[in-house]
């Protein structure tokens, strides 16, 4: 018995670590598949060559992976070699060494050689140095197995194949060779990028080169450090080789048509574009027209003043502004059930909400704006993302859509409003851990800036949420001082300009942190010349604000460097909890034409005369019209030759006409003087929402919290911070409470009107369907739901015959709308009790 026990107990404890074991075992075969599962997604095998598990993980790493190197001997006595030049060159030069403010750019470095002298400090130091460095043994830690280092050395010598990086994200492309190469020369080859030159002359084009040289050596227009590095005598010139980069782009066919200087990609590019246009200008000291319009003179004084004055006749009108506001909403359905949103909206007239958290069954309305068709983002598990933009009605014509390649940035152009056309661009971008961010976000922006710069010469303004940290880096580049001077050439952003408009090229901001996305941010802005206007305008001029949970700045307005005379306000809204839950606010004013912001109108009487007709007095106008004068022009008309009529004729006939009316009203006391008005803008009144789920409890909350901000707005502590959050929840529970509450009761009192008041139940619909009543439901429930619901309603309680209603009923799609549908529903319904109204008669017992 006792073996027997044993035995069954050893077996159960076998058959549960046998489990255990197995379930391990499963576990690890499914982390290794899902592991190569996530390295094969950056990794894309477009050759005839079969990867590995094992080098599709040395792939997946990256090009820019570094392995674990043995140590090179050789390139470290290189190394400590230049290390103890240094040295010696210090020690020999002492302090008297002197260094220049400014290198020559064409400078040739010395080979100087310190000579030995002595038995002293430095000579002691490196004699130890080295004698360190011979006896250190370094213990090599391999970053990568021993597979992986193999897999390196086979895909070295593999010459069938080329491995790059990808055009766009981190993927990394495996390529045969030979298609790689063929692919080159047949972009070499079609003419279309790139264009070969029939007839060179090398050796006449270095002659004329070195005549230029040499002219500009006499003139004294370059010194002779830069004369000796330019000049051929010692230089051996080599035959050119094809190199194709690692990225070869598949460019369009489309011809793009830029304007001048503009969009500018590379330093390179704008320096060909310089030569080519200005080469035969070189010497000439006085432009006429400098970029996009601006006058350019070499006079300083001449610029400046012009600049200013062109900048104070635009400052002078400060009514005439388009006020816009930029918000990281974080939910705008959750923000719109209190009336803190919309009050501040009523102040603007561009609304940019990025992060709506809408999808395409939401409807969202605000009072006197129109809606731009939303980017919702797609293939979310919920709601989250999106961009969503309203614009006031008076304004709502001059915008115009244009097509986002991507759900991060909504574009839309303003034409006939600003003093320029200005393309705006609503920019979400996804935080950088998100799983929604890509690394490609500002190459898909890039293009898109391209291709509608291209098609019209818009000014661009990017407005929202970057999720960038730029600190205090540069977003314009600035070529070498000496370089411009010596070719005469200008900066690549208009600097002296800005300046003139009291613009600072340099940038203030109270974060100091660069993530990734802000240098990919600052590549943007150097690209396209477009420049940050957080710390450079406005009251956040010399401040740059933070505006994420007062600890970093990443929401942003960028401006065409033309825009920045016409912004005459900018500033960064204090953090309200009611309408972001960590984001602050961007307020931009851009002047614009003074008709297009007149919505208000306020009253300057003027007297004028106006006729006005007068029943009482029919027989007094009657009796003053002069017959005469009628008679005679009726004679004159009678006689007058229809082919001689000429323009003059006709407007002498007609004053005459009017002249014996007027007279006659003047006699019948029919021209009265009235009253007229000139609009005039004035300061919009406070805008008061009402909601129907805001009662007396909302209200006192809603008192308290601003108390509470108040209160922290003037003394700025802990503990006025910590009172406003708290009173700012108690505000938000209250308030979702009262509307959940609302919604309960609504639903209820529809579900009971639909069956006992369907008047009323249509009536409540179309008043809470649309804040401007405007707009019917029945217009937008679709004819089949109709048709459904009657259906199974209606019909199967007082339907006729099948062949009655096949008869009477037209084609379904044929009806327009749901008026013509309740009719046909009416008329079978009366049909159906006059046929229930006969079937009763004719089975009424016979009178006896």
Request: aromatic share 10%; with cysteine; net charge positive.
């Amino acid at each position: 018995m006792g073996h027997t026990r044993r035995y069954y107990k050893n077996k159960k404890r076998n058959k549960t670590k046998n489990k255990h074991i197995r379930f391990k075992q499963n576990l690890a075969i499914e982390n290794k598949k899902q592991d190569l599962n996530f390295h094969k997604e950056f990794v894309l095998n477009l050759s005839k060559r079969d990867i590995t598990e094992t080098e599709f993980k040395v792939i997946a790493k990256g090009l820019k992976f570094v392995p674990t190197n043995k140590c090179n001997h050789r390139q470290l006595i290189k190394d400590f070699q230049s290390f103890e030049r240094s040295l010696r060159l210090k020690y020999y030069f002492g302090t008297n060494i002197r260094i220049a403010a400014k290198n020559h750019p064409f400078k040739i470095k010395s080979n100087f050689q310190v000579p030995i002298i002595g038995d002293n400090s430095i000579e002691k130091y490196i004699f130890y140095t080295k004698h360190e460095l011979s006896n250190y043994m370094p213990t090599i830690k391999y970053n990568m197995s021993k597979s992986e280092r193999e897999c390196i050395k086979k895909l070295k010598i593999d010459n069938t194949i080329c491995i790059h990086k990808a055009d766009k994200n981190n993927t990394t492309v495996i390529q045969n060779k030979r298609d790689y190469l063929t692919e080159g020369e047949s972009q070499l080859n079609d003419g279309i990028h790139y264009t070969k030159i029939i007839n060179i002359d090398i050796e006449n084009t270095r002659k004329i080169v070195n005549k230029l040289i040499y002219r500009m050596k006499e003139n004294d227009e370059i010194d002779e450090m830069s004369f000796k590095f330019l000049r051929e005598e010692g230089k051996t010139f080599k035959t050119p080789k094809a190199y194709f980069l690692p990225k070869i782009h598949k460019l369009s066919t489309e011809t793009l048509e830029m304007s001048k200087f503009k969009p500018r990609i590379k330093v390179a590019h704008w320096l060909g574009e310089i030569f080519l246009y200005n080469l035969d200008s070189f010497n000439s000291s006085v432009c006429d027209e400098g970029r996009d319009g601006i006058p350019c003179i070499n006079d300083g004084n001449s610029v400046e003043n012009a600049s200013v004055s062109f900048y104070n006749n635009v400052k002078s009108d400060i009514n005439s502004v388009i006020k816009i506001l930029s918000l990281n909403v974080c939910g705008i359905k959750s923000k719109l059930k209190a009336p803190d949103l919309e009050e501040l909206c009523a102040n603007y007239d561009v609304l940019c909400f990025c992060e709506s958290k809408l999808d395409q069954y939401d409807d969202i309305e605000i009072e006197n704006f129109k809606a731009l068709p939303p980017l919702n983002r797609s293939n979310a598990k919920c709601k989250s993302g999106g961009i969503i933009v309203f614009v006031r009605e008076n304004i709502y014509e001059n915008v115009k859509v244009l097509h986002s390649s991507c759900e991060n940035v909504l574009w839309f152009a303003v034409n006939d409003v600003l003093y320029k056309n200005v393309l705006f661009g609503s920019v979400y971008i996804p935080p950088e851990n998100s799983n929604y961010s890509k690394i490609d976000i500002f190459d898909v922006i890039e293009a898109d800036l391209i291709r509608h710069t291209a098609e019209k010469d818009y000014n661009v303004c990017l407005l929202g949420d970057f999720n960038a940290r730029t600190g205090i880096k540069s977003d314009f580049t600035l070529l070498d001082g000496y370089v411009c001077n010596s070719v005469q050439l200008e900066d690549i952003v208009d600097v002296v300009n800005l300046e003139n408009f009291d613009v600072k090229t340099s940038r203030y901001n109270f974060d100091k942190n660069v993530n990734n996305y802000g240098n990919r941010l600052l590549q943007l802005c150097k690209n396209f010349e477009i420049l940050i206007a957080n710390g450079r305008l406005g009251t956040d001029k010399e401040k740059g604000a933070l505006t994420c949970k007062n600890c970093s700045t990443v929401d942003y307005c960028i401006l065409s460097p033309n825009l920045f005379s016409f912004v005459s306000d900018f500033h960064i809204l204090p953090f309200d909890h009611m309408i972001s839950d960590v984001h602050n606010a961007l307020h931009i004013e851009l002047l614009c034409n003074p008709i297009v912001t007149c919505d208000i109108e306020n009253f300057d009487k003027n007297n004028i005369v106006k006729p006005k007709w007068d029943n009482n007095n029919c027989q007094l106008f009657n009796d003053a019209l002069n017959a005469d004068n009628i008679n005679d022009l009726y004679e004159r008309l009678d006689s007058l030759d229809v082919t001689s009529v000429t323009k003059d004729m006709i407007n002498d006939f007609v004053v005459e006409c009017n002249d014996i009316i007027i007279h006659a009203a003047t006699d019948s006391n029919m021209l009265k003087e009235i009253n007229v008005s000139e609009k005039k803008c004035r300061k919009k009144p406070k805008c008061k929402v009402n909601k129907p789920w805001f009662k007396a409890d909302c209200k006192r909350k809603r008192s308290d919290y601003h108390k509470a901000k108040c209160y922290n707005w003037r003394v700025k502590t802990v503990d006025s911070m910590n009172n406003l959050v708290r009173c700012s929840k108690n505000y938000k529970k209250v308030l979702n409470c009262q509307y959940n509450e609302y919604r309960r009761n609504f639903v209820k009192k529809l579900r009971n009107l639909s069956r006992n008041d369907p008047k009323s139940y249509w009536t409540l619909l179309n008043r809470s369907g649309n804040c401007n009543g405007k707009n019917k439901v029945l217009e937008k429930v679709s004819n089949e739901c109709f048709f459904e619901h009657f259906k199974n309603e209606t019909f199967l309680l007082l339907a006729p015959s099948a062949e009655l209603c096949t008869s009477l009923m037209p084609s379904w799609e044929k009806l327009p709308t749901g008026k013509t549908i309740l009719k046909y529903i009416l008329k079978y319904m009366y049909i159906n009790k006059y046929h229930e109204r006969v079937h009763t008669l004719n089975h009424l017992p016979a009178k006896t």
